[in-house]
């Protein structure tokens, strides 16, 4: 089984600063996908980023980056130059390279103040 | 382009009745999964079909929750004798291809049984 923890349950910054996110997962699977999905106030989820567990570069999409770190079995996300938008609760998940199943974390919230 | 689209959006059930939820994945995407939010749990998987055949039902409780899709352009999970701990959102998504990654999630249909 495939477990995702989140530990920082909310982060608060000011806008125009960067944030990271922590994300730890555990899985037997050799190959995995992992992701970051954003849900907004409306309850909106959107995709955000994928990190493929073969390939070594940390993926990086807009102004969203990854910090893969295999041997720790963590996923941090980056998100630099954040805006007022970016305010929402962010999802790490995973799933295996044959069964599409995604398995979430428990969410962090947040807030980027003006 | 149309997301998935759910209905109902909002759906209030007294205990013991039976509640059919409906999820009609984006146009060409030949794969639907369903999940549940809660609070307490968090985002839960259910179920997913891959070309309309059932692939992993895993996270579905045994006893009163079903899922079907008849054809590629939807898909229903019911719910018989709805309790209380059955509350939920319940989201659906889709998934373009074989094997494709990212999940496109739908807004979602609010379940309240009282």
């Known amino acids: 089984a495939q477990k995702v923890t989140q530990t920082q349950t909310s982060i608060s910054v000011v806008e125009k600063t960067t944030v990271t996110m922590d994300c730890v997962y555990e899985t037997r699977d050799s190959s995995y996908f992992l992701f970051w999905y954003k849900q907004t106030a409306s309850g909106e989820i959107v995709f955000l980023i994928r990190q493929d567990s073969y390939k070594k570069e940390n993926a990086t999409v807009g102004h969203y980056s990854l910090n893969f770190q295999k041997p720790k079995s963590s996923i941090g996300l980056i998100i630099t130059a954040t805006q007022i938008e970016d305010s929402a609760v962010y999802f790490c998940?995973?799933?295996?390279?044959?069964?599409?199943?995604?398995?979430f974390g428990a969410g962090t919230k947040l807030t980027i103040k003006p | 382009n149309a997301g998935v689209i759910q209905t109902p959006r909002h759906k209030v059930t007294g205990k013991g009745q039976e509640a059919t939820l409906w999820c009609e994945p984006i146009s060409g995407h030949s794969a639907v999964f369903w999940y549940r939010q809660t609070i307490v749990q968090g985002l839960e998987f259910l179920t997913y079909f891959r070309n309309q055949a059932p692939i992993d039902d895993s996270g579905m409780p045994k006893e009163r929750f079903s899922a079907q899709m008849p054809n590629q352009s939807h898909s229903t999970l019911k719910i018989q004798s709805t309790q209380p701990q059955d509350s939920a959102v319940y989201l659906c998504a889709s998934s373009p291809r074989d094997s494709s990654y990212e999940q496109y999630f739908g807004p979602g249909t609010r379940l309240t049984v009282l």
């Open positions: 998940a995973m799933r295996g390279y044959g069964n599409e199943k995604i398995t």
